[in-house]
């Protein structure tokens, strides 16, 4: 994986990755530029978590080429995050000296200033909401945020209006490349990215602003209006 410097930050060519004898990814090619807010949309099975595994590192590259920048400027929030029996303050802060004043603005843009630092959360946050324990991850990555944001499904687990009360504060960050994978397809959020991939059966079929896609009246609508 190389290192490049120039305004595009991350470049993947002809990249494809199987598991076996399942060809997940097949010949993608994109580009990303720094400061661009993109989204990944697919049906389930189309590879798009997989590609934000790659482009993070946690997959090799078995074919092609992705260039991005190191991947100490990534932060990247999964579906399911590791939670400590330990303290919310200690489960944001991963032991790193914060001040209260930055967690509790990274709880607030998540939506969860409804618990307290010092409550304990248990081993994998047993004691707590699948919608509170997502919430945490997206208050985690805020802490340790880096210049190049990854969010695969994170809000899976929550309500509509939380969902866009989150994304609109990840959208309004500001020197941030985001790359964002969901599967709640609407219209004023899909809007707010410049560029939407979207993949079919590890393939990127089409991609463009939601206007552009609309008026091609292609994969995405279909995918748009189901």
């Known amino acids: 994986m190389e290192v490049i410097m120039a305004e595009s930050i991350i470049k993947v060519e002809n990249l494809v990755k199987s598991f076996g004898d399942h060809e997940v990814l ?54 399911e995050s590791h939670i400590f029996n330990d303290s919310l303050r200690e489960n944001l802060s991963l032991g790193k000296n914060i001040d209260d004043k930055s967690l509790k603005k990274a709880l607030k843009l998540s939506a969860l200033s409804d618990i307290d630092l010092d409550q304990i959360i248990s081993e994998n946050g047993d004691n707590i909401s699948g919608g509170q324990l997502q919430r945490i991850s997206i208050a985690r990555a805020y802490t340790h945020l880096n210049s190049i944001l990854l969010c695969d499904e994170i809000t899976s687990s929550l309500d509509n209006k939380t969902t866009q009360y989150v994304e609109n504060n990840l959208l309004n960050l500001k020197n941030i490349t985001l790359i964002y994978i969901t599967h709640k397809l609407k219209e004023d959020q899909l809007k707010k990215f410049d560029d939407i991939l979207v993949l079919e059966k590890g393939k990127l079929i089409e991609h463009g602003s939601f206007y552009d896609l609309m008026n091609r009246n292609q994969a995405f609508v279909k995918l748009f209006k189901k």
């Open 26 to 79: 097949k010949k993608i090619d994109f580009e990303i530029s720094k400061g661009e807010v993109v989204c990944i949309i697919g049906s389930s099975g189309s590879g798009k978590s997989t590609l934000i595994k790659i482009l993070r590192g946690y997959y090799p590259v078995q074919s092609g080429k992705v260039t991005l920048l190191p991947s100490n400027c990534c932060t990247t929030i999964h579906q």
